[in-house]
């Protein structure tokens, strides 16, 4: 009979339990835990984020003792990891060694243990991630085995671990056997079997990663289930199972030789198996990137206006804004493609923001700098009550306009095309449509879209500050080019909640120019429950179906979310044309037929003589119901 030795990896992903029902799947999980190591005698390993075991130390502490019984039993190894579940290659390494700190911390304050492997749920992997596990005392790493055999051009199944180097520091790593851990969580008992026998010849262990979702509970108790099954099935193929704790086959099994595996995707982040870095996350999905950029913007804040001593509290704001959830191309609560969460990964970038001005005592601050990392500069401005990231080189756009008094940003949204929300997009659209799905449509595939860079000037004047826009923009109407100087001013006042935009259109050609000058703003509440959200329409409740139709001589609107008990605001100097539509994704970085939010279009029409200009005005303001009066 043929030895087998197996390395089971139990790893909790998305664990932020916080109702009865999640705690009776902790009470369940912990119940096959003690059968898989008392009934069938199996020890394995588990992973978990330091969020989790926090929850259990405050809500079920049994648990914390049984945990600490079975390591010392040796029924047990818990691997380390990042605090938050983070995607630690997408991260400088000060953020990363402050996850892999937190998670230690938390293990020796409650386990009493300092863990010896290190895993990442989603098997990403960079090489620089060496040094920052090598300062942190870790000994191995778990990857995935189609990374070993890419690296090292051999067909799998790949066994026995191996060592990287890198600048002269050395981390041993684990290969997880794909195969076999698809077959355990798909329930499949003969493929898996059939696996075993092929690979019953090797002396190496096979680990096994069994991911548990505790948020779902989503098939975890047919993966404990399955264990039984095999037990009393494996016997007629005459393979003897032996579970080994994956530091013991560390320690007796000597390792096949080095790798030299620089960078590997991982799985389960939502790209294609042809993407060879999770770094890949940030170009498919732009509204990651901004998130992405928001932190490492706060992280370097931090470290130039702060002292040492405030600088870790405002770190540890940004750490849950780290987690894998934020940047995952999956939906739901899996990933970025759900409008919750790129509000609630917002909304805590806010607050650590506004801690960072509130210790360095600067309430007003205004960069112009390459915050989206794009290669070219934008303007980030804030005062104590709103914030925004202005892109003066694409026609003026704000990338990201934050109410700080509610922690809420409103362009979470997305365009069709996969592009990230924006707001004050500015068309020049023909002046004869003859109906309101015709700007729809023009809008929405960027026709007369007004997107050349402006030059720009920064204007003080006491308690307030101005952006002033200048230069020429072109579109083509109608067959005939038209050539429009525009000065774009966006500005506030330090204490207040609006932000003032004009426009000075001058018509740079000795043709007349009749059209309709559209700006564009994409937000969003963060789903599209209409019963939850209305229209003021010049004071006036307005039925949805109106304002999908369009509104003409409209001058102010204000658009409220009942649940949020948040409003925006608009109020315009001339009448406009006012239309409202829902995005639903559908390009090839969007997410397809999910809601994305809504399209607000304000329109007003212009004729104007050579060298003639004409003036707009629009305030936005957003806040609780009833801000603006």
């Not at 099935?233 to 003897?240: D, G, P, V």
Request: glycine share 6%; net charge positive; hydrophobic share 40%.
């Amino acid at each position: 009979m043929e030895k087998v030795k197996l390395s089971l990896l139990w790893q909790i992903t998305n664990a932020t339990p916080n109702n009865q029902w999640e705690l009776a799947q902790i009470e369940e999980l912990f119940e096959n835990l003690e059968y898989l190591s008392t009934e069938l005698e199996i020890k394995y390993s588990m992973h978990f984020p330091g969020s989790f075991l926090e929850f259990l130390a405050e809500k079920s502490p049994a648990y914390i003792a049984w945990l600490r019984n079975a390591l010392k039993e040796e029924r047990l190894e818990v691997v380390g990891g990042a605090y938050n579940d983070a995607l630690l290659p997408l991260w400088p390494y000060e953020l990363q060694k402050l996850q892999l700190q937190r998670q230690q911390e938390v293990l020796r304050k409650y386990l009493g243990l300092s863990p010896r492997g290190w895993h990442c749920p989603s098997l990403a992997w960079e090489i620089s991630m060496v040094h920052a596990l090598s300062q942190k005392a870790y000994e191995y790493t778990v990857l995935s085995d189609e990374s070993f055999a890419k690296s090292l051009a051999l067909p799998l199944p790949i066994a026995g671990w191996r060592t990287i180097e890198n600048q002269g520091e050395v981390i041993r790593a684990f290969p997880c056997n794909s195969s076999l851990s698809s077959s355990w969580s798909q329930g499949d008992l003969a493929k898996f079997i059939e696996g075993l026998t092929e690979l019953s010849s090797s002396d190496r262990a096979l680990l096994i990663r069994l991911p548990l979702n505790l948020q779902t509970g989503q098939d975890s108790k047919s993966k404990f289930t399955f264990a039984q099954d095999l037990l009393s099935e494996i016997e007629r193929h005459k393979l003897e199972l032996q579970w080994w704790l994956p530091s013991r086959a560390i320690d007796q099994i000597p390792p096949k030789g080095p790798l030299s595996l620089i960078t590997a995707l991982g799985t389960d982040l939502g790209l294609p198996r042809t993407v060879n870095t999770c770094r890949e996350l940030l170009n498919r999905r732009p509204e990651s990137n901004i998130i992405h950029k928001r932190v490492l913007h706060a992280h370097r804040r931090a470290r130039q206006v702060l002292e040492w001593g405030q600088i870790n509290s405002v770190e540890n704001m940004l750490l849950p804004v780290q987690s894998a959830r934020f940047y995952r191309n999956l939906p739901d609560h899996l990933g970025i493609n759900q409008l919750e969460n790129r509000i609630l990964a917002h909304e805590m970038l806010i607050k650590a923001e506004k801690k960072i001005d509130r210790l360095s005592e600067r309430s007003l601050r205004l960069d112009v700098m390459d915050f989206l990392a794009n290669g070219s500069r934008q303007i980030v401005a804030a005062s104590g009550k709103i914030a925004f990231v202005l892109e003066h080189l694409r026609g003026g756009i704000l990338r990201t306009f934050d109410n700080r008094k509610i922690n809420f940003n409103w362009l979470v949204g997305q365009r069709e095309s996969g592009e990230p929300a924006a707001a004050l997009q500015d068309y020049l659209l023909p002046l004869e449509a003859p109906k309101v799905t015709d700007i729809l449509n023009w809008v929405e595939e960027e026709y007369g879209v007004l997107n050349a860079p402006y030059d720009y000037q920064i204007k003080r004047q006491n308690e307030r500050l101005q952006i002033l826009l200048s230069g020429d923009q072109s579109a083509r109407i109608n067959e005939k080019k038209q050539v429009l100087r525009i000065s774009k001013v966006v500005g506030f006042r330090r204490g207040d909640e609006d932000l003032q935009v004009s426009w000075q259109i001058t018509n740079a050609t000795f043709n007349v120019c009749k059209a309709n000058f559209t700006t564009e703003i994409l937000g969003a509440f963060g789903n599209e429950n209409r019963r939850n959200q209305y229209f003021l329409i010049n004071g006036k409740k307005t039925s949805w179906s109106q304002v999908l139709k369009g509104i003409k001589e409209v001058k102010i609107v204000e658009f409220v979310h009942r649940g949020r008990k948040i409003s925006l605001t608009a109020e315009t100097h001339k009448p406009c044309i006012f239309i409202v539509a829902p995005i639903m994704g559908s390009g090839e970085g969007a997410a397809p037929q999910q809601f994305q939010g809504y399209r607000m279009i304000f329109a007003w029409d212009i004729n104007l003589k050579g060298q003639e200009s004409a003036t707009l005005h629009l305030r936005l303001a957003m806040g609780r119901k009833g801000l603006l009066k």
